[in-house]
T-cell receptor, first 113, second 113 residues
């Protein structure tokens, strides 16, 4: 089945710093790749996605590029804000009609002013 | 669109008691998922429904766990004879179409004393 290895947290940055959260995956075929975010006290929500190799997903200043050759989908943001403090989850989906996602352990990001 | 709602948000029970959680998905969504999340971990898949049919169950779902979606709308997750190891956040998500995006509720937190 699908599996994900995410960068261990927690990650603590100062406001306006550059962020990278690494994610590598194991999946059959050509999976779609997702980043979900969980803000304190809220449910998980989709941050961005990419559905084929070399696609770049982007949202709220975050970006991730689907790298099939390295089976990676690293999350980046050029200048983080305090409001980006949250837990970030990488998740591949190998296909099939169930659309089930397999989540990584999550990376806690804390941004200090 | 009122989002996915879960009830109760928090349940405290004594070991050996039965508990039931309810999930109301987004109304037009035909797929519904239950996940479990423990502290510091990502969501782990428990079970999946398409309409009223339960099509997939994880090995994590022991025989003390049962889930239903009787009319293809809301779903219930019952845990019988709770154990301390059942303490976790139980997440419900729903989806439709081919985007692959899951829409999550805020979760039901179970504490077993």
């Amino acid at each position: 089945g699908d599996s994900v290895t995410q960068m261990e947290g927690p990650v603590t940055l100062s406001e306006e710093a550059f962020l990278t959260i690494n994610c590598t995956y194991t999946a059959t075929g050509y999976p779609s790749l997702f980043w979900y975010v969980q803000y304190p006290g809220e449910g998980l929500q989709l941050l961005l996605k990419a559905t084929k190799a070399d696609d770049k997903g982007s949202n709220k200043g975050f970006e991730a590029t689907y790298r099939k050759e390295t089976t990676s989908f690293h999350l980046e943001k050029g200048s983080v804000q305090v409001s980006d403090s949250a837990v970030y989850f990488c998740a591949p989906h190998s296909g099939g009609s169930n659309y089930k996602l397999t989540f990584g352990k999550g990376t806690l990001l804390t941004v200090n002013p | 669109d009122t989002g996915v709602s879960q009830d109760p948000r928090h349940k405290i029970t004594k070991r050996g008691q039965n508990v039931t959680f309810r999930c109301d998905p987004i109304s037009e969504h035909n797929r519904l998922y239950w996940y479990r999340q423990t502290l510091g971990q990502g969501p782990e898949f428990l079970t999946y429904f398409q309409n009223e049919a339960q099509l997939e169950k994880s090995r994590l779902l022991s025989d003390r766990f049962s889930a239903e979606r009787p009319k293809g709308s809301f779903s219930t997750l019952e845990i019988q004879r709770t154990e301390q190891g059942d303490s976790a956040m139980y997440l419900c998500a729903s989806s439709y179409g081919t985007t692959g995006e899951l829409f999550f509720g805020e979760g039901s937190r179970l504490t077993v004393l």
